[in-house]
């Protein structure tokens, strides 16, 4: 495991974005260096407008920089591909298909086609269906399958659209805001889940969030990030926290307070966020 | 309770009667002080039990059932109104889809569409030398700009999210044309063929009235030339309660259609 997080897999080297807008360029980014290794969940939090999400959409690769390089495997990132599997802030659910038949998408793209994953055969249709339904048991959906996104609670769309991404066994999961619009309970619960399933399939993670306690409970490594326009990383705190963790028995650890002290005095300091009128 | 369901009764049913009692009363009125014939609501009502008595008769081109003129109008706007589509709706993917296509053909529809597709008609004749022919090319010109252009919006306004999607799957464009575009823009398209159904059913009388042969509009002018007030104000009434149908079939279809997230 430690000698795991000290090999680069994704890089991102001098990133900068800038947006043309109508009032002209908006620089966004500038200056990202960060290396992630595999099997490391990595949350990136700071203020909103601070950029967060632009760098995730960089390294999903639905967007370019215009300056620097990322690198996810030893190959530079020119677009987007289900090997980065991406969970939308907003679940983005086919609202026509049933809850299966989202998952469903993705596994016969990455699996029912020979040599879209390297070394790997196309693989039969009980097989994907298998695949489908694996997952959506993993996230606790079973009896939702046949259901479609309008009539199932927020909560389980943005499981349905977890477990669409986790169905695909990318190598890099990219989560933006995945829990940002539930209730505080379901949120807890999910975040439990995603520990689970995380510890589970050794999956590297990039998780955008602007929740303290969320980055610290679930990250080895919190990217902290300063005020746009122009943001960039202001400071990297490693969690040094025994896994598996618990909510439960962290709430009163002092090593757990400490980080999470770290975190607040960052936001709220140093970055205290100045409201434009 | 009781009296919240009353008051429901009195909104959902003697509302709607109120304002049929009200027409049939003016209409009484209107015939009772004038001068010139006006037939009142009850003549009307029993020439209409006698014309709906045959409705499938057949003497001759110029004297069929009044069933005969409706269908045959509503063939007229079955041909045009199809032609429109197999046209209109992949222009509307097109133009939707290209912002080159799209500033191609813009002007042509801001020019085009304003035109009264009845003066389409003399180009109709002109060029396809028959009348049916002539009604059907009317009813075509006067459907497709709704569905080209419904079609175009509901491309333009696929969310960007659906997109994303595809994107980071890597679908394929023939995937991403039948799994999102598609039914992400149904909705749109059905509001354009609903559109095209009401005016076309509005134009194919007016285009019937000039052309003459057998159908609802032509049925109305000869009556008047027969001086049968009668029977128009019976086709008056034949012409909205098939343009209702139409209009409610389509609503129907439109709704078993839309998905939640597409209707906010």
């Keep these: ?277 | 309770m009781s009296i919240s369901l009353n008051k429901q009764i009195v909104t959902s049913i003697v509302a709607p009667f109120m304002g049929l009692a009200l027409l049939v009363g003016l209409w009484a009125l209107v015939s009772l002080s004038s001068t010139n014939n006006f037939p009142s609501p009850a003549d009307t009502f029993l020439q209409a039990v006698e014309v709906f008595s045959d409705p499938f008769y057949s003497k001759g081109p110029n004297d069929q059932g009044v069933g005969w003129n409706v269908l045959s109008s509503l063939k007229r706007v079955a041909m045009g109104f199809g032609l429109a589509a197999l046209v209109g709706i992949p222009m509307g993917f097109l133009i939707g889809r290209f912002d080159f296509m799209s500033r191609m053909f813009n002007p042509l529809i801001s020019l085009l569409r304003p035109v009264s597709p009845l003066a389409w008609l003399p180009i109709g004749l002109l060029v396809f030398k028959g009348a049916n022919p002539a009604a059907i090319w009317t009813i075509f010109i006067c459907s497709i700009w709704p569905m080209i252009i419904n079609t175009a919006v509901g491309v333009q306004r696929v969310p960007q999210d659906y997109m994303n999607v595809a994107r980071v799957l890597n679908l394929s464009e023939w995937k991403i044309i039948r799994t999102i575009l598609f039914p992400a823009v149904l909705p749109y398209m059905l509001t354009g063929v609903r559109l095209a159904v009401g005016t076309a059913w509005l134009v194919i009388v007016a285009a019937e009235m000039l052309t003459g042969g057998v159908g609802i509009g032509f049925w109305v002018w000869d009556e008047w030339n027969n001086l049968n007030v009668k029977n128009i104000i019976i086709a008056i009434f034949v012409i909205g309660i098939v343009g209702l149908i139409l209009e409610y079939a389509l609503i129907k279809i439109a709704t078993a259609f839309t998905y939640e997230e597409v209707k906010s």
């Design chain 1, 1 to 277: 495991m430690s000698e795991g997080l000290t090999t680069k897999y994704l890089e991102i080297q001098g990133v900068a974005q800038t947006f043309k807008t109508a009032k002209g360029d908006f620089p966004a980014l500038r200056d990202i260096n960060l290396n992630v290794a595999k099997g490391e969940f990595v949350a990136l939090i700071g203020h909103s407008g601070c950029g967060k999400s632009t760098l995730l959409n960089l390294i999903a690769g639905l967007t370019t920089p215009t300056q620097g390089n990322l690198i996810c495997a030893n190959r530079e990132i020119a677009g987007p591909g289900p090997e980065r599997a991406v969970v939308f802030q907003n679940h983005s659910l086919l609202p026509w298909l049933t809850c299966f038949e989202n998952v469903y998408l993705g596994v016969e793209r990455v699996f029912g086609y020979s040599g879209v994953v390297d070394g790997k055969v196309k693989e039969d249709k009980a097989q994907l269906v298998a695949r489908t339904h694996a997952a959506l048991d993993m996230v606790g959906l079973t009896h939702a399958a046949q259901k479609r996104p309008g009539e199932i609670s927020g909560g389980m769309k943005q499981r349905v659209g977890i477990a669409r991404a986790l169905a695909m066994e990318p190598q890099v999961l990219l989560m933006d805001e995945p829990f940002g619009a539930l209730d505080a309970l379901t949120r807890a619960k999910l975040q439990d889940e995603l520990l689970a399933i995380v510890a589970n399939t050794h999956s590297t993670v990039v998780m955008v969030t602007h929740d303290v306690d969320e980055a610290v409970l679930l990250s080895d490594k919190i990217v902290m990030m300063t005020n746009g326009p122009a943001a960039t990383i202001g400071e990297v705190l490693h969690i040094d926290l025994p896994r598996p963790r618990s909510r439960v028995t962290l709430a009163d650890n002092p090593a757990y307070l400490n980080y999470r002290k770290a975190v607040i005095d960052f936001l709220y300091t140093r970055q205290a966020h100045v409201e434009k009128t």
